[in-house]
């Protein structure tokens, strides 16, 4: 099916950010997913984050595979960069691209489908490597444009819209992600935009490989009783571990939380996480713990949401490999072609 971009209108007395932008400036094509799908709801969420945070779109980067969430980089952020790639490749693409380029924003799209199956071991190496991305995982449980098909991440003993209940247990994305070694992890409901929004916004500005996994129901497919990626299970079932929001780097903002009643969390350019925590004991900072709490959840069948883990220590890619920060395609020539003798002497030294 083909998109349609939407007209550009602009309110009068529009609110604009820092940069002079309205809402308007990054928004993309109309959506072609089902009506009342999670993924637009998901869409919206990034597309307010990005309005909000003041990205200049042409500083972004969105990089999908296949399958219906891979379809949302087209419906936000026109003036972005992108790549629709190969079913389940994304996170090789994107590695490569910051790779090249480090000094833009870089955000994988993908669903369950896409990175649980044929991708899970494109997205686990993302995650070793800390590649310095946001990961939003669309996750509903089936294959959507194949006709609900179960995923990877289907719950054991799942029904279907027809046919027999799910065999296989599920692939937790959360779990693998803290099993793996990736240094911000989070969880949401695609219809909770109060908590989706701080989290992306949180992601895009961790220095790191960001997982964001949305439980986002499949309205055609797998949106009735039986189904645990359901919008009514999912309200019932799901509970947040943490209440998060994101206060930009103002002194202002800085000084308008009280000591004891929130846990701050500064973030490699100033911004700030303020961490409310329901259980006392609970601190997103401890990988074991929350590992704990994510297997723990599974016994009473709580969807445990909100930031679940965060790690600023760790260097990313990048750093890693002591890349070069100029894009490859500001280099001059006569640094990247150094020269016969040195090739010869670099070539001999790995001999």
């Known amino acids: 099916m083909t998109s349609f971009r939407k007209p550009k209108i602009q309110r009068k007395n529009e609110p604009l950010n820092d940069l002079g932008l309205a809402r308007v400036d990054y928004e993309g094509a109309m959506s072609t997913l089902c009506a009342g799908c999670g993924h637009d709801s998901v869409t919206a969420c990034l597309t307010k984050a990005f309005f909000e945070l003041s990205i200049d ?15 949302t980089t087209n419906y936000f952020l026109n003036d972005a960069h992108g790549a629709n790639t190969v079913h389940g490749r994304m996170p090789s693409v994107a590695t490569g691209a910051i790779a090249a380029n480090s000094n833009l924003i870089y ?6 489908g896409d990175s649980l199956s044929i991708g899970l071991g ?13 990961y939003m995982l669309e996750n509903n449980g089936v294959y959507g444009l194949t006709k609900g098909q179960f ?11 027809k046919g027999a209940p799910n065999e296989y247990p599920a692939i937790d994305p959360v779990a693998l992600a803290l099993s793996v070694g990736a240094t911000f992890i989070g969880r ?7 908590q989706l929004v701080p989290l992306i916004k949180a992601g895009l500005k961790h220095k790191g490989f960001a997982l964001i996994d949305v439980i986002s129901p499949c309205v055609s497919f797998n949106d009735h009783k039986g189904s645990t990626k359901s919008y009514a299970h999912t309200y019932e079932y799901y509970h947040q571990a943490v209440h998060a929001d994101y ?14 009643d929130v846990m701050p969390i500064e973030l490699h350019d100033g911004g700030i996480i303020q961490l409310r925590k329901l259980d006392q004991n609970y601190d997103p900072r401890d990988r074991a713990a929350a590992f704990q709490k994510v297997m723990d959840s599974k016994a009473t069948q709580e969807i445990v949401t909100g930031l679940l883990y965060i790690d600023e220590t760790q260097p990313d890619m990048h750093e890693i490999q002591k890349m070069e920060d100029r894009p490859l395609n500001e280099i001059p020539y006569s640094e990247l072609n150094p020269g016969a003798e040195k090739l010869k002497a670099l070539q001999g030294a790995f001999r």
């Not at 955000?107 to 369950?112: F, I, P, T, V």
């Not at 494109?122 to 310095?132: D, G, K, L």
């Not at 949401?188 to 109060?194: L, P």
Request: charged share 25%; net charge positive; hydrophobic share 35%.
């Open 57 to 71: 779109p042409a500083k972004a980067v969105k990089v999908s595979g296949i399958g219906c969430s891979s379809k």
């Open 107 to 112: 955000l994988g799209l993908s669903g369950d």
């Open 122 to 134: 494109q997205m686990a190496h993302a995650m070793r490597r800390n590649v310095n991305m946001l």
């Open 151 to 161: 995923s990877a991440s289907a719950d054991l003993g799942s029904l279907p819209k």
């Open 188 to 194: 949401s409901f695609s219809g909770d935009r109060k």
């Open 247 to 260: 206060v930009p780097p103002t002194d202002e903002i800085k000084a308008s939380y009280d000591e004891g």
